[in-house]
């Protein structure tokens, strides 16, 4: 997995967005602030790209809605635990 999607999975936990708290994808985009992501890490790819990945590999949902909509799953909540567990809260975590 690339950094920059640990990142958005990251973000999106912090962010509460879980489980049937799903929401638009710009409104996602806008709350994980996917701008500074792309500047962090030198992305190019489109949130929606990086979404339908995301969604392929099973650590978000789009709720049967083709994408219009995200959330993460339990899978993706589950790794971003794993992440925190792994990596203590003083670590060189990007959170802006």
């Known amino acids: 997995m690339e950094p920059y999607e640990v990142e958005v ?3 999106m936990f912090d962010r509460g967005l879980i489980g049937n ?5 710009e409104k ?10 792309c500047r962090l890490y030198r992305v190019k790819p489109a949130f929606a790209k990086v979404a339908r ?10 709720h049967g809605k083709s994408g219009a909509v995200l959330s993460l799953t339990a899978l993706g909540v589950a790794f ?9 809260a003083d670590s060189d975590r990007r959170i802006a």
Do not use: C, F, N, T
Request: aromatic content about 8%; glycine content about 2%.
């Open 21 to 25: 708290s799903y929401k638009p994808i």
């Open 53 to 62: 990945h995301l969604i392929q590999k099973g650590y978000l949902s789009d």
């Open 9 to 11: 999975l990251m973000r």
């Open 28 to 37: 996602v985009r806008v709350r994980i602030d996917w701008d500074h992501v």
């Open 80 to 88: 971003v635990r794993a992440k925190l567990i792994e990596k203590p």
